[in-house]
């Protein structure tokens, strides 16, 4: 009797939950529906949540690798008996920040001429002494590298291209270096080089846009050709007082540059060195120094320019020295022998005002102050001996100058027959201008009677 309750009763319990799971119960068909949607979106919700935590934990920075020796079975090599050492030519382990050991199979490592593209981070042992060429250009991970006191000699485009290297720290035991070391490593802020360099090659930091700073050196007495060309971000360099020479094209296209004192000591400056840089005052030693063509060509923030005489001997300009300098206003000459080369001047618009040597004789070359349409003002220029054609072309504002007794209009600008330039060609679009020569006025409409006076042939 009691088996059959028992019996019944799990019978009555298992059709309850049938009736159940068939839709027995209160809520209507509508109302079944929109609680599934809604479960079925705060599962959806949950899910997103799910991955959105996990995208986060896959962003999240991985620990940064320590740097650890790598082993001798990780590099390629071989001992260099003339060198007395290991050179090593590759890196085939995995590690992306290595130090390279000191020695190999009991041998020094003196030489590094490749490692490998994928490294990030490299400390070279004591003992290395040369950086080959190109040992590691193109490395384009490459953020760090630290580079040992034994280190004599970096070569030819040793780190061209690494553009991922933003610091470099060059030990002063490096004497020597290569040409485009650095060419193309767009990240790269802030260089020290070696307190004993002394030769600062081709195309050292070419294309470094990100440059700002360099240190250079109190023993640096050349920087070559293009060494910071395109250096967008430089804004300043200080010059050791021992340099020597500067060359063509060496801080071209530095459109932040603003700032530039030359030493006293400089002995050249090659073609277009500052052309186009953003420089608004300078000073420059100008005896005897063999100055380039452009050297300040472009270069339309400029403002100030401070000559200084270093000593007894002619200051001769370059050709185009300033051409294009449209916001150079004032310019005053040191008292010493002075040679104006053609175009230096040409269309520097904003010039107003020009003091020439007062006691030194001057000679003016071919449109030396062209195109000078603001000029009002020339001191001194009775000292000028000898003028060439159209040096005055174009200054419509000047109103007076004089000649001196001596002046002369001739020159040999073709080959070795000498030519009488009129005054009508020195000082052609010059129409409110008055010349006085010995006690006379002329003007425009009495150039031909200046000719005269002055015994000039007509060519």
């Not at 109302?31 to 899910?47: D, K, R, Y």
């Not at 290297?165 to 030990?171: A, I, N, R």
């Not at 650095?182 to 440059?211: H, I, K, M, Q, R």
């Amino acid at each position: 009797m009691n088996i059959k309750k028992f019996i019944a009763a799990i019978t009555a319990l298992t059709m309850t939950a049938a009736l159940a799971s068939c839709g027995g119960n209160d809520e209507t068909p509508n109302e079944t529906g929109e609680n599934s949607t809604t479960l079925a979106a705060e599962t959806e919700n949950e899910s997103e949540s799910s991955d959105t935590a996990a995208s986060a934990e896959e962003e999240t920075e991985a620990p940064v690798q320590e740097a650890a020796e790598a082993a001798a079975s990780d590099f390629e090599y071989s001992l260099d008996s003339s060198l007395g050492g290991i050179v090593i030519s590759k890196y085939t382990g995995d590690a992306e920040r290595i130090i390279v050991p000191a020695e190999i199979d009991g041998s020094p490592v003196v030489k590094i001429t490749a490692l490998g593209k994928d490294l990030v981070s490299v400390e070279l042992s004591e003992g290395v002494k040369i950086i080959d060429e190109f040992a590691f250009r193109g490395c384009y991970s490459l953020e760090s590298i630290t580079l040992p006191e034994s280190v004599e000699s970096i070569g030819f485009a040793a780190f061209k291209n690494c553009t991922s290297l933003k610091s470099f720290t060059m030990p002063d035991s490096v004497t020597e270096i290569g040409t485009n070391i650095f060419s193309g490593c767009t990240a790269l802020e802030s260089v020290t080089l070696s307190e004993d360099l002394e030769n600062l090659s081709e195309s050292t930091f070419s294309g470094c846009e990100a440059l700002k700073s360099v240190i250079l050196p109190p023993a640096l007495k050349t920087i070559g050709n293009e060494a910071f060309k395109g250096c967008i971000s430089l804004t300043e360099t200080v010059m050791p007082a021992g340099l020597e020479s500067i060359g063509n094209e060496a801080f071209a296209d530095c459109t932040s540059l603003t700032e530039m004192v030359i030493p006293d000591g400089l002995e050249s400056i090659g073609d277009n060195a500052f052309y186009n840089t953003a420089i608004v005052d300078i000073t420059l030693p100008v005896v005897n120094v063999d100055f380039g063509e452009s050297i300040f060509k472009g270069c339309t923030s400029l403002k100030n320019v401070t000559f200084t005489a270093n000593g007894d001997g002619e200051f001769r300009t370059g050709t185009a020295m300033f051409n294009g300098c449209t916001e150079l206003e004032n310019i005053e000459f040191p008292d010493v022998p002075l040679y104006i080369e053609q175009i230096t001047f040409l269309g520097c618009t904003k010039l107003r005002s020009v003091t020439l040597p007062s006691t030194a004789d001057i000679t003016l070359s071919n449109s030396a102050f062209s195109g000078c349409s603001g000029l009002t003002e020339v001191n001194n220029s009775e000292n000028i001996i000898q003028f060439h054609e159209n040096a005055f072309e174009n200054c419509s504002a000047l109103t007076s100058l004089k000649l001196g007794d001596d002046a002369s209009f001739k020159g040999t600008s073709k080959g070795d027959i000498e030519d009488f330039y009129n005054t009508s060609d020195v000082f052609a679009g010059c129409d409110q201008l008055t010349v006085t020569y010995k006690g006379v006025d002329y003007n425009s409409s009495s150039w031909d009677e200046l000719d005269k006076a002055l015994g000039l042939v007509q060519n």
